[in-house]
């Protein structure tokens, strides 16, 4: 393999391991760091990761996320007993840690080489929190019930979102729940406005199901080790989407939009939302949802309104930027920002927002 390439891919490591440790997760930024500095094409799962042929960044393969969670999944399925003990919340040196996942590298061979093929996925249920107040802006502004469709919804956790509880400053939201979201808070409180969902739908070209133990997994897996908080917060709320019997549609983003764009919606406001997805979809089909989307907006009217939010990157150092597009108008306005992980939302407001 060319050492370019390599250095390359150890660099992706490098950056991968900084956005962890902003993240708070220790843990993952010294094995993607450790993997930066260490890993050799000795074997075959180090050959396969250093000539890796795509683009190993975040917004990527996020190949360093393809590593942390295949070794996750091998210590939380019991696979890997070796591995386990080296893990949160055992405390070991750099070297005690990476020769314990070498060894995994060639003890758990097969499954590791399978595993790396699959992209991250996550439902990261914190990101409801910064969800709420967009949908509460929605309500107040059109005054009608809300029909939801997400795109890139992986399990529905987010599907979910007026079933949890949650305390926005001094703003409390929602019966009690076995899952309650209190980010730190930042700006004014949210609009107060009555919310009712007459429909939801979500669509994911691999959804997970909240009741299998391998999709289960696979979610856990790509939690990272050390945050224990999230693993127990995305269990409850798997356990919540289990009774509701909460589905996700195996479908293309952009067939299942031109779908659910297509019905007249009379009387409700329809809202298109996703979180961190859009950036994942290739160039041509995001230009041809956003087109989509566009023309669906075109046809809107006072009486069928649609609506679009998103908490999506958009290359600011700080968060992710919450994005409110309302027809018949059109008009777009930054609503506020948030955290990737939904630890804070700093919140401007519809109205704040205008220009």
């Known amino acids: 393999m060319g050492d370019e390439r390599s250095q390359l891919i150890r660099q992706s490591f490098l950056r991968q391991a900084k956005a962890c440790a902003d993240l708070g997760s220790p843990f993952t930024a010294r094995l993607c760091t450790l993997a930066a500095e260490r890993l050799t094409d000795e074997t075959r799962i180090g050959t396969m990761i250093l000539g890796w042929p795509g683009n190993p960044d975040g917004t990527g393969d996020a190949l360093a996320l393809r590593l942390a969670g295949t070794l996750h999944a091998l210590v939380r399925s019991g696979q890997d007993s070796a591995l386990a003990a080296v893990y949160p ?6 070297d005690t840690l990476w020769a314990a996942i070498e060894a995994a590298m060639r003890r758990d061979e097969a499954f590791m080489l399978e595993r790396l093929k699959s992209a991250p996925q996550t439902n990261e249920v914190r990101r409801s929190s910064a969800l709420l107040p967009g949908f509460l802006t929605i309500a107040a502004q059109t005054g009608k019930p809300l029909i939801l469709s997400e795109v890139g919804a992986s ?14 400053g001094d703003f409390r939201w929602g019966q009690a729940s076995a899952v309650e979201l209190a980010p730190r808070w930042g700006g004014p409180l949210p609009p107060q406005a009555p919310i009712e969902i007459t429909e939801r739908a979500g669509c994911d070209l691999n959804p997970l199901d909240p009741s299998s133990e391998d999709d289960r997994l696979r979610l856990f897996s790509y939690i990272w080790a050390d945050q224990q908080d999230r693993l127990d917060r995305t269990a409850a709320a798997l356990e919540m989407a289990t009774e509701s019997s909460l589905k996700v549609e195996k479908a293309d983003a952009i067939d299942w939009l031109r779908k659910r764009l297509t019905t007249p919606r009379p009387g409700m406001a329809h809202v298109i939302y996703h979180t961190i997805a859009w950036q994942y979809l290739p160039p041509a089909l995001r230009a041809e949802g956003e087109a989509l989307i566009a023309e669906a907006g075109a046809r809107a009217t006072e009486a069928a309104p649609l609506a679009r939010l998103q908490l999506e990157a958009d290359g600011k150092p700080e968060g992710a930027a919450l994005l409110l597009t309302l027809w018949p108008t059109g008009e777009t306005r930054e609503i506020g920002r948030a955290d990737f992980h939904g630890r804070w939302v700093k919140w401007v407001g519809w109205q704040a927002a205008s220009p």
Request: aromatic residues 16%; charged residues 20%.
């Open 89 to 94: 919340p055992h405390g070991v040196d750099d």
């Open 155 to 168: 399990a529905g956790l987010n599907l979910q979102w007026d079933r949890y509880s949650y305390q926005l």
